[in-house]
DNA sequence: TGCATCAATGACAGCGCTGTCATATGGCGT
DNA sequence: ACGCCATATGACAGCGCTGTCATTGATGCA
């Protein structure tokens, strides 16, 4: 009369012993089948596979991945799901392993780095055969369970670092200077930023190649900055760029820490009337889709997200091959010019 | 010499066995410090934490999975991540269930019934704690495999049909007719739709919850549909309304699949000059945060996506505590009364 | 004082699978 | 006829951990 719950646990999952019997071959022939390994008779993989479907088994990788000491997952630490950028990627990512029977096992940390850490240490708890990251910055602790864990480690979107083992990105700094350069030959002088909070690494290092390049070229400095102390959206874009304008209307530029962050701005614009871009030039950085099918297209810094997770699973399986990926992969950047500038 | 690529595994990763003999103590109550489970006294556990620190050991969950009949993965298939619905969901659920130590496993099945059977084999080896999914239509093989596998299994976004064991979500149908009525109310006649591919099931039963509101309320029949053979997106909506407005220019109102196409509409209206909302009016769906800060908000039905993903993980939480929460979980939704109709 | 109770720890087996090595069989060249 | 190799299959141990039951003192209470 027990209403006792087993959660955890098939009533009776069948094993790869109740798949031997019913095939009458041994455990060992059996599990050869299972994972197309060795050399099998037709007949043989014929009776086994009846006898899979006759009893329902479905394989244990607890038990597989214990025996055969490492998984088939690989660990995702992402900052975030909240814009399309990393699920983007992590689309890429499952295209590339998905025909190496390899897994994602995703964790978000919300840009934070303790929280990553400890992302890292729950994950590698799985035995990954890779972790995938974000950014090269990470605690000391992070840095060392990597090294020690042995397991290949990709860190994506950034490459102006010391990677842990892979990279695979592009230069921030540089697309930064792309966007600065892009709105001197347009003859803007008087440029501003907007941003968003202080998590996001990559963003920061955009800023920094932005003002360098302004610096470097025209001897300017930034005519105005408005960064949100949260994380970037559309709607704190709008707000931003409201706020940055009415304290420097001047400004004929503003570049935008993402496309989300522009978007915002854009749509202030279209709100209150300000004309773009004769009055007011707006780049963004990414090259969303979204942002392309605006009225007047964003002009923006296109990274190729989807195509760094397609990347990054591809070097990975190819070190899991034990083959010799290179170390760093620059996938660049483009510049979209859009309307908006 | 060997140059040996040994990718699943760390150089010589410490066992619970070299933290009990760094401790001084037996296996098991090197485990249990571990765990945080059973009577373990403050001198014993001071031990043993600083054996863990010393010899940097990384539990083994494979191992203890294995040994315990089950793992605290929670698998997630989830249709698609390109707009940020799913994300959003999956944030709410990450959300929810961190406390309890449970991490998702994630695959991703481009609405393909087919991918998803296959995606469920696949996580039900891991021995997953819970099975989280999206919709109520699966294959025959799949609630199979759901109903063999004893898991905790939960239907998210859709509640109309047969849970195979729980469901969070709303009904798209009552979403749909929401839709039509407000249409109505608002004095609209001539109403059209856009829509997008044919994998979205619950996209599908909006529509037809829209059509019959129409019939049983104002004897109306859609004045014109358009839908792309393709995934959601802005850019799709932008040329979907395009096209439908050239061959049904006298439409007063279209309602989309969903948010990102009704924006694509919106530009397409700002582009073209379609005077909105008084030449014609827009209505979407989900209430994405960015179509609230269109210059004029969208209206939209909204759904409570994170909030579905953050009850599927209470739900989940209180059925594996053994506690038994209710079978259907009806969340609901909102008509956001925007500035586009 | 004696006995139940509880906190703290340990011994042992086994979870389900796979790596390694061994074995059986048949064809083939000489 | 003989060894040799490739193909097909099996026996066995053990991966690292945890559930179960046992054990040891210390404590409470009549």
Redesign the interface.
Same mark, same amino acid.
Request: aromatic share 2%; proline share 5%.
């Given at each position: 009369m027990s209403n006792?719950?087993?959660?955890?646990?098939?009533?009776s999952?069948a094993t790869l012993a109740d798949v031997a019997r019913a095939a009458g071959v041994s455990e060992i022939t059996a599990s050869r089948v299972v994972r197309g390994r060795g050399p099998i008779s037709a007949a043989t993989r014929a009776k086994v596979e009846a006898a899979i479907a006759a009893v329902?088994y479905? @394989?244990?990788?607890?038990?597989g991945?214990?025996a055969?000491?490492?998984?088939n997952?690989v660990g995702v630490v992402l900052p975030s799901?909240?814009?399309?950028v990393f699920?983007?990627v /992590?689309?890429g990512l499952?295209g590339a392993i998905a025909g190496e029977r390899l897994?994602? /096992?995703? !964790?978000?940390t919300d840009y934070d780095l303790d929280a990553e850490r400890d992302a890292v240490? !729950?994950l /590698?708890?799985?035995?990954p055969?890779?972790l995938v990251l974000v950014g090269l910055e990470h605690r000391p602790e992070t840095r060392? =369970?990597l090294a020690?864990?042995?397991?290949?480690i990709i860190e994506l979107m950034d490459i102006e670092g010391d990677p842990v083992d892979l990279a695979v990105g592009l230069s921030h700094t540089a697309a930064g200077a792309a966007a600065a350069r892009r709105l001197l030959a347009r003859g803007r002088s008087r440029i501003g930023y907007v941003g968003h909070g202080a998590g996001d690494l990559r963003a920061a290092k955009r800023r920094a190649g932005l003002e360098a390049a302004l610096k470097r070229d025209a001897n300017l400095t930034l005519a105005g900055a408005h960064v949100v102390d949260a994380p970037s959206?559309?709607?704190a874009?709008?707000a931003a760029l409201a706020a940055l304008l009415e304290v420097a209307p001047e400004l004929d530029a503003v570049v935008f820490s993402n496309d989300?962050m522009a978007?915002?701005g854009a749509?202030h614009c =279209?709100?209150a009337g300000v004309d773009v871009p004769d009055r007011l030039a707006l780049v963004g950085f990414n090259g969303l889709? /979204?942002a392309? !099918?605006? @009225?007047k297209p964003l002009t923006t810094v296109r990274t190729a997200r989807g195509e760094i997770g397609r990347i990054a699973g591809e070097v990975l399986c190819a070190?899991?091959r034990?083959e010799t990926p290179p170390k760093v992969t620059d996938v660049g950047f483009d510049v979209v010019a859009g309307g908006t500038d």
């Open positions: 006792e719950h087993r959660p955890h646990r098939a009533v999952a329902g479905v @394989p244990n990788r607890l038990a991945g214990l055969s000491a490492g998984s997952l799901l909240s814009n399309s699920p983007d /992590l689309s499952n897994r994602t /096992l995703v !964790a978000v240490a !729950a /590698l708890a799985w035995r055969a890779a060392e =369970m020690a864990s042995g397991a290949t959206s559309v709607g874009g709008r989300d978007l915002g749509f =279209m709100a889709e /979204l392309n !099918a605006l @009225p070190r899991l034990g």
